[in-house]
């Protein structure tokens, strides 16, 4: 099982960036993806949440508004669209999952996730 998360970079406030999570080694029918967060001397934090591939998606109060979750299956993919990016966005962008299928539609908490993928850097400028 692998998570591979791209898109990051470096984008001015107020800007867009699509961070995309690819997976291998099974599919996202049954299973729960969360994307997180981690900024620089700051815990971990969960950003929005998927509990299988056709429920509704949960969004941190942070970033509601702005950031949209979506899946595509025939790709076992998951996207993070992010518009009017700001500055405390600023952090490395994780996307996990595990095996979810008999608890849906509550998501995961965040130590219940089984697989995660290396990160990628998203870095806002003022």
């Known amino acids: 099982v692998q998570l591979v998360e791209s898109g990051g970079g470096l984008v001015q406030a107020g800007g867009s960036l699509r961070l995309s999570c690819a997976a291998s080694g099974f599919t996202f029918d049954d299973y729960a993806i969360g994307w997180f967060r981690q900024a620089p001397g700051k815990e971990r934090e969960g950003v929005s949440c998927?509990?299988?591939?056709?429920?509704?998606?949960y969004y941190a109060d942070s970033v509601k508004g702005r950031f949209t979750m979506s899946s595509d299956n025939a790709k076992n993919t998951v996207y993070l669209q992010m518009n009017s990016l700001k500055p405390e966005d600023t952090a490395v962008y994780y996307c996990?999952?595990?095996?979810?299928?008999?608890?849906?539609?509550?998501?995961?908490?965040?130590?219940?996730?089984?697989?995660w993928g290396q990160g990628t850097q998203v870095t806002v400028s003022s």
């Open positions: 996990a999952a595990v095996w979810w299928a008999d608890r849906v539609p509550s998501c995961p908490g965040m130590y219940e996730y089984r697989y």
């Open positions: 998927l509990a299988s591939s056709d429920s509704i998606s």
